[in-house]
């Protein structure tokens, strides 16, 4: 199983920037899975987490109205869409999805597997 993040880079405060989170060797489509990202010297933090089906999904309050979380179960990948990016999101951004990965409302049971990590970082 292998998780491939793509997507990140240098971007001036405002701009944009999609992550794409592409899996392999096992499909997650009947599973939720998140977005976490870790900045130095922080713990990694959940910030996105989408539903199997992509109809259910669930954000920290730090990007909500901001970032937006997708699926395509077709083609097995997860997106995430950063808008009016700020600084302080500048961090490795990890995907996770796994069999045991889910959404209860709010809270996001995470799964077994991660990605390697795509850089984002934000100039002021």
Not at 47 to 58: H, K, L, P, R
Not at 62 to 78: C, E, L, P, Y
Request: aromatic letters at 10%; proline letters at 2%; one cysteine or more.
């Amino acid at each position: 199983v292998q998780l491939v993040e793509s997507g990140g880079g240098l971007v001036q405060a405002g701009g944009s920037l999609r992550l794409s989170c592409a899996a392999s060797g096992s499909t997650f489509s009947s599973n939720a899975m998140g977005w976490y990202r870790q900045a130095p010297g922080k713990q990694r933090a959940v910030v996105a987490a989408i539903s199997s089906d992509g109809d259910s999904t669930n954000y920290a309050d730090s990007v909500k109205g901001r970032f937006t979380i997708s699926r395509d179960n077709a083609k097995n990948t997860m997106y995430l869409q950063m808008n009016s990016l700020k600084p302080e999101d500048s961090a490795v951004y990890y995907c996770n999805a796994g069999p045991s990965a889910a959404l209860y409302g709010t809270v996001y049971v995470q799964g077994n597997y991660w990605g390697q990590g795509t850089q984002v970082t934000v100039s002021s």
